[in-house]
């Protein structure tokens, strides 16, 4: 199915005449629908997202005049390679989306296949009614997607997978027919064989497949729940109502595009409790299954201590030790739901499966009702999950061998095996799963790069299907066959079931049109992957040291699980979250980066306006580094990218203002009042504003008359030393307090609060007696060099009290933060003075929060009780890299009684939201959530903000002030 150029550029012409949806041949979009959340790699030709079926027809259409393949495509999160395709990837999810209705009488509902899975659960859930199968990545995966792969999740073993949810598609043939299709009964059936043309042909050869090989179909399938893999040709049987749609679901978009479905729908308990049971190692929780099976629990997830220990390694990104400390002693864990319309119910039958674990191997139980502490409980195994791509000591896992399943009485002899296969090929992973249903997910640590580590994963490969059939298993349990697990099915199947796999896709598909390479004639299991191959040598800047120094290494640490989609909550990915455009993730942009490493499909390196446009709305937040489940740091990324791209090159204007502002600020600090009154006069404002690269929405900053500094030592002078008026610090404890740039010249009451505070808090308070900076401006707009040569003067001025051990708060985030992580990362190498080198890592270990350094070093400050209502507005880098638990610790003493907003990013970000050209983004990011968070917050509620960027977008576009916190401590300080 190969395309000249001549005939791209037609088929494109084409598409876009006769398609009202987007059609998409970029580079751009050939980069990032390359890979899926698999080890593969398939650069499409195009890619289509159709507006609804008549534009899946026209497509289709085309596809079959040109000769290309076609590849369905959802969120883009399948693990085993199936929704990758060398022609046309029809992506689903941008309009394909919604649910036309719900019977909440009969607990149906249709849905477009684009609709997200949480979207679903969310209106079912206003009668009372869910969608029972819930994978992991609920938030953002599609329900054509779960149909394809027939997904399954933690509530299967109660409400089954997706195909035992399925009422009806509405498929389109690969020649264009459309039809409606599910359970058929014998008089249907008849009058569908009955009827000319296609219908009739494809309804005669099904049931003749069917009549012919009943004896096959009835036993040459294993006998387990979670049987994912090959084609579920009994759904054909009699006595399974010749269900046509459910022998579709799980065939991977091979057979039959789904434009829509009717799904069951079921009553969701109202009240649910955990019980958690501990065991001596996995296997022996596995084996405490089979006798629990009857109480009808709504999950049975299984876990081991390997993966505890790698959640608590990634303490700052997972769920922290107070849910680890929860769990019962054990080297293995049972985690078991139910349900009832009651708390008593449900608190009554937990209280009846916790006595049946006791009475059997376990070494402790607990219950748990609190819904809050349910869902700490439940974060171990959501962050576990994701935490297992990567071990704690940078090891990269894969999956591949992903999600097999075992009959339950046979899953603790299956894992022990398993474990004993994995050190005959000197392969380590983490399992997990569903014990419930004998299915069991891993990443192991396979050698993709070399040619003997691929011929292990082969071999490996091969004798594991080997191990999982000889107990009766399948080697896919969840995620599907795909690319991964395709060659393997002819060891799981007899050779006359797999003849009929093919012969079912022929009588759907003929031509071989859909998903080629998929299901039947797979593609071989070790070719096309795409974390081996060519990486180009390309200078770089930055150390990477979790990461063995490799920047193609740091991108491969997104494995496309696509959290990042995930558009419900946290801070990850703003400029996603508005535009909707895959380059616009973190996925996506990794994508890009390691193509343009790779060189194939980017070419020109550094100089590669794909990745450059990509990352132009980039916020540098950070919200990827602590979001991500494999802690993807973008912003550090996107750094290394513009020093290298602009070496040589003249740069964007605001990279010489607003990457510089600490220099332009401190030369204008001087002429305050006649440069605020310019900035006043809406010509000189304007003309500012345009030299600058500064758009023309914003309003400029207003400067201090007078700066921190200047302040600071001029009342040092006047009242002579500090001295404690009631607080009950460390005695004799001198801190430093940061004078970061936006505190010094903009807003320098922020420093005489916290001076006041930590003044009162029993601390002798100092400054540089010079400005200082982190180096964040340049940071982030690429200018590493002088970023560095900036770190270098600060971490020299501060050599003596750094020495002294004097600790160091800051009080703007993105500066702490850098103070705290990319300071001492960027001065740690080995071309560095040992001198420097020692005082940049004394300074990110002495460097606190406000509230951190209170908490730690004078818990017992007096403050008075305020009794004030408030939110919180998190600065994206302190969610990222410092955590806010110590500010809510602190503002819950004073009498603050705060609501923390999940409202992402504020979409200022530093320079970003200033920027010509990122203010529709800027503002679509604030509206999201904080804006409308503002508008309905009442007067009288404080508004905290500890972001200079957080405070001035909420003033300048949600007309609230915001204060600091050391702002509000002053007004606590008792007089």
């Not at 719900?102 to 659960?121: C, F, M, N, Q, S």
């Not at 046979?410 to 569903?434: A, K, T, V």
């Not at 740690?828 to 040992?834: D, K, L, Q, R």
Request: hydrophobic share 40%; glycine share 10%; charged share 20%.
């Amino acid at each position: 199915m190969g395309v000249s150029h001549a005939r791209t550029m037609r088929l494109q012409e084409r598409l876009r005449d006769e398609v009202r949806g987007d059609v998409d041949f970029s580079t751009t979009a050939r980069a990032t629908h390359s890979a899926d959340a698999s080890i593969y790699r398939h650069p499409p030709l195009g890619v289509v997202y159709p507006v609804d079926g008549a534009d899946v027809a026209a497509v289709l259409a085309l596809a079959r005049e040109f000769d290309v393949a076609l590849t369905m495509r959802g969120a883009g999160t399948s693990i085993a390679g199936q929704v990758l395709g060398r022609g046309l990837v029809l992506d689903c999810s941008r309009y394909m989306s919604g649910i036309s209705e719900i019977d909440p009488e009969g607990h149906t509902a249709w849905v477009g296949p684009g609709t997200v899975l949480d979207e679903l659960r969310e209106a079912a859930g206003k009668h009372g009614l869910t969608f029972g199968p819930d994978p992991s990545t609920h938030s953002r995966c599609t329900l054509g997607g779960m149909i394809g792969n027939d997904s399954c999740g933690s509530h299967s073993v109660a409400w089954g997978r997706t195909a035992d949810n399925i009422e009806e598609l509405d498929v389109l043939l690969a020649d264009g027919t459309r039809l409606t299709v599910g359970r058929t009964s014998p008089e249907e059936l008849r009058r569908r064989c009955a009827e000319p043309g296609r219908v009739g042909d494809l309804y005669r050869g099904l049931r003749d497949l069917s009549t012919a090989n009943l004896e096959l179909l009835r036993t040459g399938y294993p006998r387990l729940p979670r049987r994912v893999s090959g084609y579920a040709l009994d759904a054909l049987l009699p006595e399974n109502g010749f269900h046509l749609a459910r022998a579709l679901v799980g065939t991977e978009g091979t057979c039959a595009i789904v434009l829509g479905a009717r799904v069951r729908l079921m009553p969701a308990p109202p009240v649910r409790a955990l019980v958690v049971g501990g065991y001596r190692s996995m296997p022996a929780a596995a084996d405490a299954v089979p006798d629990i099976l009857d109480v009808a629990p709504l999950t049975v997830e299984g876990m081991g201590a390997d993966m505890v220990e790698t959640v608590l390694a990634h303490a700052p990104g997972g769920p922290g030790p107070t849910a680890l400390d929860r769990l019962p002693p054990g080297r293995g864990w049972l985690f078991l739901e139910v349900g009832g319309d009651t708390a008593s119910e449900a608190e009554g039958r937990a209280g009846e499966l916790a006595t049946r674990l006791e009475a059997g191997t376990t070494t402790g139980t607990i219950v748990v009702t609190d819904p809050a502490e349910q869902r700490k409980l439940w974060s171990i195994r959501e962050a576990g999950s994701g935490l297992v791509t990567r071990a704690p000591d940078g090891t990269e896992a894969w999956p591949g061998w992903e999600d097999a399943a075992v009959p339950p009485e046979q899953l603790g002899r299956y894992l022990e095996d398993f474990q004993e296969l994995q050190r005959q090929h000197n392969l380590r992973g983490i399992p997990y799963g569903h014990f419930g249903e004998g299915c069991v997910h891993v990443r192991l640590d396979f050698d993709l790069d070399t040619a003997p580590g691929r011929a292990n994963f082969r071999d490996f490969m091969e004798a594991a299907a080997d191990l999982v059939v000889s107990y009766g298993g399948s080697i896919s349990g969840e995620h599907g066959d795909g690319q991964a697990r395709g060659e393997l099915l002819g060891r799981m199947y007899p050779p006359e079931l797999v003849n009929l796999f093919a012969q079912f896709k022929f009588l759907f598909d003929p031509d071989n049109l859909l998903n080629p390479g998929i299901g039947v004639d797979p593609r071989p299991l070790d070719e096309n992957v795409r974390v081996s191959g060519p990486a180009r040598q390309l200078p770089l800047a930055l150390p990477y040291p979790h990461d063995d120094g490799s920047l193609a290494k740091a991108t491969r640490r997104c494995v496309g699980v696509g959290t990042c989609v995930d558009t419900s909550s946290g801070v990850m990915c703003p400029s996603y979250m508005v535009t909707g455009q895959e380059e616009h993730s973190t996925r996506g942009r990794a994508r890009l980066l390691g193509e343009m490493l790779r060189g194939e499909i980017i070419t020109d390196g550094w100089d590669s306006t794909e990745v450059r446009e990509a990352l132009d709305l980039c916020l540098s937040c950070k919200g990827c580094l602590s979001d991500c489940p494999v802690n993807v740091d973008m912003a550090t990324y996107k750094s290394e990218f513009l020093h290298q791209h602009y070496r040589r090159r003249i740069r964007p204007v605001t990279h010489y203002s607003l990457g510089a502002l600490p220099l332009w600020l401190r030369l204008a600090a001087p002429l305050a009042p006649q440069a605020n009154g310019m900035a006043q006069t809406r010509w000189a404002g304007n003309l500012v504003k345009r030299m600058a690269g500064i758009a023309a929405q914003r309003e400029l900053p207003t400067l201090a008359e007078t700066t921190f500094l200047r302040a600071f030592h001029r009342r040092r002078r006047a009242a002579g030393p500090s001295r404690a008026t009631g607080g009950s610090g460390r005695a004799g404890t001198t801190v430093l307090l940061w004078p970061d740039t936006f505190t010094n010249y903009l807003e320098p009451r922020i420093g005489a609060a916290a001076t006041e505070v930590l003044e009162h808090a029993g601390f002798t308070v100092i400054v540089p007696r010079n400005p200082v900076c982190c180096g964040l401006t340049w940071v982030t707009t690429g200018q590493l060099n002088v970023a560095r040569a900036v770190m270098r003067h600060t971490v020299r001025t501060l050599a003596a009290p750094l020495r002294a051990g004097v600790p160091v708060v800051g009080l703007e985030p993105s500066c702490t933060s850098v103070l705290r992580g990319e300071l001492p990362e960027y001065l740690s190498a080995a071309s560095e003075n040992a001198d420097v080198a020692a005082w940049a890592t004394q300074l990110g270990q002495q460097t606190h929060t406000l509230a951190g350094f209170l908490n730690e070093y004078a818990p017992d400050a007096e403050f008075g009780n305020l009794d004030v209502d408030a939110i919180t507005q998190v600065h994206c880098h302190q969610h990222a890299t410092l955590g806010f638990s110590a500010e809510e610790r602190l503002m819950e003493r004073v009498g603050l009684h705060n609501r923390t907003l999940d409202a992402g990013c504020c979409g200022l970000a530093g320079n970003f939201g200033f920027e010509d050209g990122h203010y529709e983004v800027s503002v679509g990011a604030a509206e999201r959530r904080l804006l409308p968070e503002m508008r309905a917050a009442t007067p009288d509620t404080a508004v905290l903000a500890d972001g200079y960027s957080c405070r001035t977008q909420i003033e300048q576009l949600g007309d609230r002030r915001a204060q600091h916190l050391a702002e509000v401590l002053r007004t606590a300080i008792p007089t």
